[in-house]
């Protein structure tokens, strides 16, 4: 199973961008990335996910490296609202081929005022 | 309003008593899945199914049981067997799509036990 690395936190000035690293050096080349946030005592929130292009949407930007081991979630414009706690997670399989996710432990991002 | 629903959010049991907690999706998703949260931690998978009236077990599947007699409803029942099961239970659906595979997660429920 490929497994993830995150700084355990971080903070951010609102208004400024938020860039959170992941490492998955271990990552197969046919397993995808995905970031989910979890606010506290709720449902993770999807944000995104890629395999190998940098991708876009109204939340966030991933980038992915050349090598696929590592990413950065860049949120563009922090606003207080995403103190959250953020997953990189890679989509791996289970024994009985399906799609499973990975979870590490994330990074606990602070907007600060 | 699509989405998953749990309930309850809260739920109390004393030690020993199977309790059954709660998940419905209308989303017309095919896959759901069960997942445990503790303090400070990750999300470990429990059972997950793909299809009707077929399900397999995750990483820590060990004192749990679920059903899928319904596209939409996923029940886990957390038996005397679970030797720590004061958690944070979620629970999420998705498609089976390859390339559409984002899960949607339910609001969790709190069980503590005692």
């Known amino acids: 199973d490929a497994k993830t690395t995150q700084p355990p936190s971080m903070d951010c000035a609102e208004g400024r961008a938020a860039n959170l690293p992941c490492n998955h050096s271990?990552?197969?080349?046919?397993?995808?990335v995905y970031w989910y946030r979890q606010i506290h005592s709720q449902g993770p929130q999807y944000i995104i996910h890629?395999?190998?292009n940098n991708e876009t949407n109204e939340m966030a930007s991933l980038i992915i490296t050349e090598d696929r081991k590592s990413s950065t979630l860049i949120l563009p414009h922090a606003t207080l609202r995403d103190t959250a706690v953020y997953y990189c997670?890679?989509?791996?399989?289970?024994?009985?081929?399906?799609?499973?996710?990975?979870f590490g432990t994330g990074t606990r991002l602070k907007v600060l005022a | 309003d699509g989405g998953i629903t749990q309930s309850p959010k809260y739920l109390f049991r004393k030690e020993g008593q199977n309790v059954t907690l709660s998940c419905e999706q209308n989303l017309n998703h095919d896959a759901m899945y069960w997942y445990r949260q503790d303090p400070g931690q990750g999300l470990r998978l429990i059972y997950y199914?793909?299809?009707?009236?077929?399900?397999q077990k995750g990483d820590i599947a060990e004192g749990y049981s679920v059903s899928r007699e319904k596209k939409e409803s996923f029940p886990l029942t957390v038996t005397s067997a679970q030797k720590n099961p004061t958690a944070f239970y979620l629970c999420a659906s998705s498609s089976t799509s390859m390339s559409s595979y984002e899960q949607y997660f339910g609001p969790g429920t709190r069980l503590t036990v005692t």
């Open positions: 199914s793909q299809i009707v009236n077929d399900f």
């Open positions: 271990t990552i197969s080349g046919n397993e995808y």
């Open positions: 997670i890679v989509r791996g399989l289970t024994t009985s081929g399906t799609y499973k996710y990975i």
């Open positions: 890629g395999l190998k």
